[in-house]
């Protein structure tokens, strides 16, 4: 990303309310122990940032979008820490951990799998979601739109636009990142109506082989082939 010095130190405040946000629910969930009430959950913690949003001049100058974003992130960081391999949740340091993630503003209809339009349970009208602001320039640069900073340029890896939710922003090495939530388009595996087998070979391997059987590697040797 090229965004310019005004749009860059609203990035840089974006990228504080984010790293503060966290490392309050990770001081909330850090007091918990056996016995305790448990610390709040995504629900309870947006209700705490509305309130403290209020309270704190600096923090509710920023984008409520962004802070509910870093929030959670730290819910799924938390519910994943069993299975991602990165455990409980840690702090956050500056120059270490800059970046924020953004939700869409555009709203678009969603669809259902067979392309129907996505109706309300309960009002039958039809749902909205949410979609990036994104607009191509030219075959190599595009803008996307950052909130408080405006449309902020980037540099395109791919052809066409990305159609996504969400995205990220990150510092890294005094270089500003964007990367887009997209779901990939899922790949059809191919059905020729043939089914393939491993054969690995008799159950005891320790027949005589003649000379051009022992010159073969170990697999060949075992009688390792495919077939039906």
Known sequence: MYPT??????MLLHCAHARYVWNLA???HSHWYQGRKAAPGFAGQCRQLTEARRDNE?????????????????????NARFTSGFGEPSWR????HEGFRVIGTDRVPELTDDGSAKLNAKTGKQ???????VHKLN???????????????????RPELPKAKTFRVTLRGGQWHVAFAVIPVPLEAPDTG?????????EHHGRPVGRAEAELPAAHREGTRAGP
Request: aromatic share 8%; glycine share 10%.
């Open 194 to 202: 043939e089914v393939i087998g491993i054969d690995r070979g008799r």
């Open 93 to 96: 340091k500056k120059y270490r």
């Open 58 to 78: 600096w923090l509710g100058s920023g984008n409520a979008d962004v802070q509910q974003q870093a929030l959670k992130d730290f819910a799924k960081a938390k």
């Open 26 to 28: 990770v001081e909330q």
């Open 139 to 157: 075959r190599r640069w595009a803008q996307v739109k950052v909130p408080g900073c405006g449309w902020v340029r980037f540099r395109l890896t």
């Open 127 to 133: 749902v909205m979601g949410r979609s990036v602001v």
């Open 5 to 10: 010095p005004q749009q860059e130190q609203q």
